[in-house]
């Protein structure tokens, strides 16, 4: 409380400087004028370049419009697209390497990610200095990252086969990560996880540093044991936190592109190729633009359906 | 009892080692990929293959400026007879170039990429901080008719995949003027950014006390006042954090500026992935591409770490 400025001093300055007409102006701004005016910029700006874009791809999906030919006459369609692409056992095969990218993704970096945060909150001596180090790998580019692990990947001169190699003997030429039909799939999911683990883990902290030590004494005060302490207070009171997370993280990597578009490009054949590389290809090789419009809201509105579910169940869990 | 208190959450000397020891080991083994960007962009191209893999400078290798040189140069082959027949060279990369039977004939793309991503990234979270700040307010402290649903389509529209997102973008720009500008990219950017903004600093502006700006609009001020005096000086910790990840975002988009930008408004990430050199990728020269991409926000967010840290502050004020 000692760091409230002196209201009195000021207001009484503000108003003495303020011309009266102004001033009543100003004190007239009802505070529903003020929630429009603050809320209205953003709205139109996500109503020009999200919406409007949404409404266009929703329209061109229903066509056989095609980007690289303007020109060319558009046919209405109607529903053959939705119809290919839902009838399609390529795109589910897709979706399957989608989902397992998903899961494994956002299990790794939630476990890894909160345990970390809990270790850094024990605040020994240094912590600052070494949480600072851990975040460095999400600040980086995901493609320009990529692109890296690529060279780290290399199954002769690679450092990763080299150091795998080093712990368990294998034979480094003998293994290639992005090669290999059965290792790539795990290549994506460590590069990821290497990368977000550090994102999931500076929420969680945030989430623990949110617990008011108060309720740790009145626990200590209860003769709670430590692991009592745990469940019954950290995880329930980080898991608004913990769940925001999962939400975007789950959202970043179920569109996931850039960082698999350079370390895999979805090969080899299709074992890595991600919905987001499916829907690149339809789109900016094939040039089929209303078929990938179509996959696209598709897409969406599977991202959108889920979230809307995980949003309720969020937000019962933060009402609690 | 308030010294007593303090001392029943601090952990105990064993629990700290043992937190020490595991999370020291986390970051040195994550840290692995970095230092190698590092030691691969003072490595020369046969040095950065070589195989067992060399580690530590000046003893199993010589460092060089050539990944440097070639990532901020476009060099030409030439005969040895011809360089013989050139004027001395000027040293430098012109040396290291002529080294290996070259000539450096140009500056590469790498700088005008590189100011690109500067001023789109700082542009689009400006802009994203400014719009994101207000509408949290707005969502924090009034009733808006329908506030869930507005702040789930914020949300939602951050589900539509880039890929989707881009055509239409495109065309949209193609019509306005706006395509490979940078104006368009940091509007796209702000509008990526600005849903981001709005939930996190929603969550932050919630956490500070209504009765702040109550005292102080019983004291005389203004909504307005109180808005711009009391809450955004508490919330400067949240709009901090919240800038860095959209300064995060920004700098490394890659989808979009892949998709739309191909000179004019092009950003680092998709052109370090096309540096090449000779039979294949540069690896040093990319390496130096982008240890020198990561440095800038290396450095804006060890500046600016204790406020990353702080966090959030629940309930501090209430007794």
Redesign the interface.
């Known amino acids: ?1 000692n760091q ?2 002196s ?2 001093s ?3 300055r ?2 003495a400087a303020t011309p009266v007409r102004i001033a009543a102006r ?2 007239g ?1 009802s ?2 004028a ?6 209205t ?3 139109l ?2 109503l ?7 409404i ?2 929703i329209q ?1 999906s229903f066509t056989n419009y095609r ?1 690289n030919r303007p020109n060319a006459p558009v046919r209405n369609v109607g529903l053959e697209h939705y119809q290919t692409i839902l009838t399609d056992p390529d795109i589910w095969a897709r979706m399957q390497a989608t989902a397992h990218f998903v899961f494994w993704t956002i299990l790794l970096q939630t476990v ?1 990610g909160f345990a ?1 945060a809990y ?2 909150d ?7 200095f ?16 990529g ?3 690529t ?2 990947y ?1 199954p ?2 690679g ?1 990763f086969n ?2 795998v190699s080093f712990v368990s003997g294998v034979e ?1 030429a003998s293994f290639q990560m992005l090669g290999d039909v059965s290792l790539s799939p795990w290549a994506i999911i460590i590069v990821d996880t ?1 990368m977000w ?1 550090p994102y999931v883990m ?1 929420i969680c ?2 989430g623990l ?6 309720i ?2 009145a626990a ?1 005060v209860d003769r709670a044991s430590n692991w009592r302490q745990f469940v019954s207070i950290t995880l329930p009171m980080c898991l608004p936190f913990i769940m925001l997370a999962v939400l ?1 993280r789950g ?1 970043e990597n179920f ?1 996931m ?2 960082l698999v ?2 370390l895999t490009a979805g090969g080899p054949g299709s074992t890595t190729e991600l ?2 590389i499916t ?2 290809r339809a ?2 090789e094939a040039w089929r ?1 209303g078929y ?2 179509a996959f ?2 598709i ?2 509105v599977m ?2 359906g889920l ?2 579910i995980y ?1 309720k169940a969020l937000n019962q869990v933060k009402a609690r | 009892m308030s010294a007593n208190a303090h001392s029943v959450v601090e952990p105990s000397a064993g629990a700290k080692l043992a937190a020490s020891v595991l999370v020291i080991l986390y970051a040195c083994v994550a840290l692995i990929p970095l230092l190698w960007i590092g030691l691969t962009s003072i490595k020369s191209p046969p040095d950065s293959i070589a195989y067992p893999p060399k580690v530590v400078p000046f003893v199993h290798f010589t460092p060089t400026a050539e990944g440097f040189c070639n990532l901020f140069t476009t060099r030409s082959r030439q005969t040895p007879d011809y360089i013989a027949g050139l004027p001395p060279s000027t040293g430098g990369c012109d040396e290291v170039a002529r080294s290996r039977n070259m000539v450096v004939v140009g500056a590469s793309n790498y700088v005008p990429r590189f100011v690109n991503s500067l001023i789109i990234a700082f542009g689009s979270t400006a802009l994203s901080i400014v719009l994101g700040t207000a509408a949290a307010y707005a969502f924090s402290r009034f009733r808006v008719p329908l506030k869930d649903d507005l702040m789930f389509f914020i949300l939602s529209t951050r589900m539509m995949p880039p890929i989707a997102v881009a055509i239409p973008v495109f065309l949209m720009y193609r019509e306005l003027g706006l395509s490979d500008t940078r104006l368009g990219m940091i509007l796209l950017y702000t509008s990526v950014n600005v849903s981001l903004a709005v939930w996190l600093l929603k969550g932050f502006i919630d956490e500070i006390p209504r009765e702040y700006e109550e005292a102080a609009m019983i004291d005389g001020y203004t909504r307005l006042q109180a808005f711009w005096k009391v809450v955004l000086p508490q919330a400067t910790t949240g709009i901090v954090a919240t800038a860095i990840f959209c300064l995060i975002f920004a700098w490394n988009e890659y989808a979009f500026a892949v998709l739309l930008t191909s000179g004019e408004a092009q950003t680092a990430p998709p052109f370090i992935p096309i540096i090449i050199g000779e039979g294949g990728q540069d690896w040093p020269a990319v390496a130096a591409g982008t240890a020198l991409f990561l440095l800038p926000i290396l450095v804006f967010t060890v500046l600016l770490r204790k406020h990353l840290l702080r966090g959030i502050t629940f309930g501090a004020v209430r007794k």
């Open positions: 409380m409230m400025p209201f009195d000021i207001s009484t503000a108003a100003v004190r701004l505070d529903t003020i929630a429009w005016l603050f809320i910029p953003t709205m700006l996500l020009a370049i999200n919406l409007f874009p949404l266009w791809t061109l980007a890894i970390l270790l850094i024990r605040k020994f001596r240094g912590h600052g070494w949480t600072t180090l851990i975040l460095i790998p999400m600040m980086l580019s995901p493609a320009v990252v692109n890296f692990w060279f780290l290399q002769q001169i450092l080299y150091l480094p290497w683990t500076l902290l945030a540093r949110s617990i008011p030590d108060y740790y004494e200590e975007f959202i569109k592109f850039d578009n350079l919905a987001s829907l690149k789109a900016f633009t990938s419009s696209a809201v897409m969406f991202i959108f979230a809307n949003v």
